[in-house]
């Protein structure tokens, strides 16, 4: 059974700039989060999807951050236009719904963002 | 790498020897606890979880045991490998509600360094 996969798995880009994180979540599963890693910190919440809708975006930092997962299959966050303090590691996370371990989360490698 | 200015604080042991790491929780209405490793460049992948209403859970080379009363995990690698050389965090559950899953509450991580 394939992972969580993201792309892409580095990006640099300016300040002021648009980039768009794309996260596949392991098939069949109807929960995707989204996490972050700014330098210094630990992991935090972002947002948390159910099929396509938002469940919880209470971590989203502000509406530069936009996530996206249209047909409940894979989903984008995009960060627009975005700022230094934006640079760290962005980690997807995709969970069953129902089934199993209820709990346990999945994660991708992550895509390590930064901001010139 | 990613641990660059994370300022992590780091166990370091000899290999064989068993190590023990350490983790404060927020939340004391959580009722659900994982501890994860996140080797460098990967994702956390997790190692074993707890439910509130245990304080003791037993795992492959690996324990963990909950104290409710000062809200405290630990995890317990017996016969340190140096393939056990990562980065550990504890998480829990922010409160479900609306029959979602939570999303993961995390720790700031221990550096678990193995010497052989």
């Known amino acids: 059974e394939a992972g969580v996969t993201q792309f892409p798995s580095h990006s640099v880009i300016e300040k002021g700039q648009t980039v768009t994180l794309r996260c596949d979540p392991i098939?069949?599963?109807?929960?995707l989060y989204w996490y972050r890693r700014v330098m210094g910190k630990e992991i935090k919440f972002l947002l948390h999807?159910?099929?396509?809708?938002?469940?919880?975006e209470s971590g989203m930092p502000n509406n530069r951050f936009l996530a996206e997962r249209t047909g409940g299959t894979y989903s984008t966050l995009k960060v627009q236009p975005a700022e230094l303090e934006d640079s760290g590691v962005y980690f997807c996370?995709?969970?069953?719904?129902?089934?199993?371990?209820?709990?346990?989360?999945?994660f991708g490698p992550g895509t390590r963002l930064t901001v010139t | 790498g990613e641990s660059v200015g994370l300022h992590l604080p780091t166990l370091s042991v000899q290999e064989g020897d068993n190590s023990i790491i350490n983790c404060a929780y927020s939340?004391?209405?959580?009722?659900?606890f994982i501890w994860y490793k996140q080797e460098s460049g990967k994702g956390p992948q997790f190692i074993i979880d707890?439910?509130?209403?245990?304080d003791k859970r037993q795992g492959q080379r690996v324990t963990v045991l909950l104290n409710k009363t000062v809200k405290h995990l630990s995890l317990q690698i017996a016969a340190t490998q140096p393939g056990d050389s990562a980065v550990y965090f504890c998480?829990?559950?922010?409160?479900?509600?609306?029959?979602?899953?939570?999303?993961?509450?995390f720790g700031k991580g221990t550096k678990l360094s193995v010497k052989p």
């Open positions: 996370a995709s969970s069953q719904d129902g089934q199993g371990n209820l709990y346990e989360q999945y």
């Open positions: 098939s069949g599963h109807d929960n």
């Open positions: 999807f159910v099929k396509e809708s938002k469940q919880d």
């Open positions: 939340n004391s209405a959580s009722d659900y």
């Open positions: 707890i439910r509130s209403n245990m």
């Open positions: 998480a829990e559950i922010a409160p479900d509600y609306g029959g979602s899953q939570g999303n993961l509450i």
